[in-house]
């Protein structure tokens, strides 16, 4: 091999028959001037295919390139013309250089392409191949290829909150099995998509066997009239946090009652109303601890409590408010309780243990409205909620959101990254190929 082809395969020219005649460098770009020596024997004329061609001249393309040892690098194409005896047309050598009409390169293009990938604005991607933003826009948006994945046995689906053109929340359907987004939606819109899950082919859709979602009343329809050979599946995180919110409002309520018993007593420490609210205010996120997944020692660290000016147990922060209110103190009995349920409990003993918590607290607890309307919640929800406790065949665990929410946040980040996105279509290309690379682009 010659020198010239070891030089075009350095730079990374598609056409190995060009060759590098020379080089001008003028500050930070390098200007390379190449021809394509002429083959007489596989020439033919592009319209009637007869070899009775002659050169009609040259003329010079300038042509953008990738850079070359930092160097900003500009082709200076010496491309040939033809003229057909037969035909009277005339026509321009072929390359694999550059297309017809376009001053990039085809492998920039491809770099572009690949750079388009990863979580970059196309600003940035802009800057360093030495193009517009339109232009990679343009790019992009010419070789994706529109299309979604086959839905898994096992789908999650979810919103997040996109802003696009049909509504404030766009939908994530993903696979949780191998982690890849299968599609996204721009609206979760009841009618929108009952009529994206009503197009996909019946076979596809019903070799569904499992869909995760969370307690929204439009994926409970779409389940039952389009997945009805599907086990729907409430998300474990969600309906779990139906209860934390209750507890959360019922500290807040107590919290509050309390600051306007202390309105119009003594200010500071002497205040003993306002200075439980201020406990119940400081330690919130201590209530909400599970104890029968946090370790025995988590609630045995020691800890300078301001309210009394000495140090103190976790555990004694807790006895000590919950035995200044009893309402505070049944609900977070109430909580711990659905913990508990929810940590130990089987498919098979799931239900008798959820229903049995729900009475016990429409039918005792009538202080606690907060704690009354979840148990009514999850009545309505009984069926999904159990569900929750079957495990994947496939991977011996219980079946969550909790992939998809994930995904959600990688989709926020794709949008931050890139300042927003105009067209949603953009958008959704941008994630569903930086999320899985091996999707093919359009030729």
């Given amino acids: 091999m010659s020198t010239t082809n070891y030089s075009t395969d350095i730079i ?14 003028n500050d930070n770009t ?28 040259f003329y010079y393309r300038t042509i953008r390139f990738l850079s070359v040892a930092g160097y900003k690098t500009i082709i200076k194409y010496k491309q040939r013309r033809y003229l057909c005896h037969h035909c009277h047309k005339t026509f321009n050598e072929e390359s694999a250089l550059v297309d017809k009409g376009s001053t990039i390169s085809n492998v920039t293009k491809i770099k572009l392409l690949e750079e388009t990938t990863k979580k970059q604005s196309f ?31 096992t789908i999650c689906i979810d919103e997040f ?41 019946d076979e596809e859709r019903l070799a569904v066997n499992y869909v995760v979602t969370d307690l929204f009343e439009s994926y409970r329809t779409i389940v039952t009239n389009l997945f009805w050979k599907s086990v729907h599946i409430a998300d474990r995180f969600h309906w779990i946090r139906q209860t934390t919110e209750a507890f959360n409002k019922t500290r807040i309520r107590i919290m509050n009652f309390y600051l306007t018993l202390g309105k119009d007593q003594y200010k500071g420490s002497f205040n003993k109303y306002t200075k439980y609210a201020n406990i119940l205010k400081k330690y919130h996120k201590l209530f909400l601890a599970n104890r029968h997944t946090k370790e025995a020692w988590y609630f045995d660290q020691m800890i300078m409590a301001s309210f009394i000016q000495k140090e103190m147990t976790l555990q004694e922060i807790i006895e000590y408010c919950l035995n200044l209110d009893s309402d505070l103190e049944e609900a977070y009995v109430l909580l711990q309780e659905l913990y508990y349920i929810a940590n130990m ?38 069926v999904p909620i159990v569900n929750s406790f079957i495990l994947n065949p496939i991977t011996k665990k219980r079946m969550t959101n909790g992939f998809i929410e994930g995904k959600n946040n990688f989709c926020k980040v794709i949008k931050r990254v890139g300042f927003g996105y105009k067209n949603f279509d953009t958008f959704r290309a941008r994630i569903l190929y930086t999320n899985d690379q091996s999707r093919p682009f359009k030729n």
Avoid: M
């Fill in 161 to 201: 909150k996109a802003s696009t053109i049909a509504g404030e929340y766009a939908l994530i359907i993903g696979n949780p099995i191998d982690g890849k987004i299968i599609d996204i939606l721009p609206s979760r819109r009841q009618d929108y998509i009952y009529y994206y899950f009503q197009s996909i082919p």
């Fill in 12 to 25: 990374e020219l598609q056409d190995k028959s060009l060759v590098i005649d020379s080089v001008l460098i």
């Fill in 30 to 57: 390098k200007t390379l001037v190449v021809s394509k020596p002429r083959d007489k024997s596989n020439t033919k004329c592009l319209y009637c295919q007869s070899k009775y061609i002659t050169s009609h001249g």
């Fill in 345 to 382: 409990s089987t498919f098979e003993n799931a239900k008798d243990h959820i229903l049995e918590w729900c009475d016990k607290v429409i039918t005792i607890n009538k202080k606690l409205p907060e704690l009354k309307k979840v148990a009514l919640t999850y009545k309505s929800w009984i």
């Fill in 123 to 153: 600003v940035d991607i802009a800057s360093r191949f030495d193009v517009s933003p339109t232009t990679v826009n343009h790019e992009f948006t010419q070789h994706i290829a529109d299309y979604r994945c086959q839905l898994s046995q």
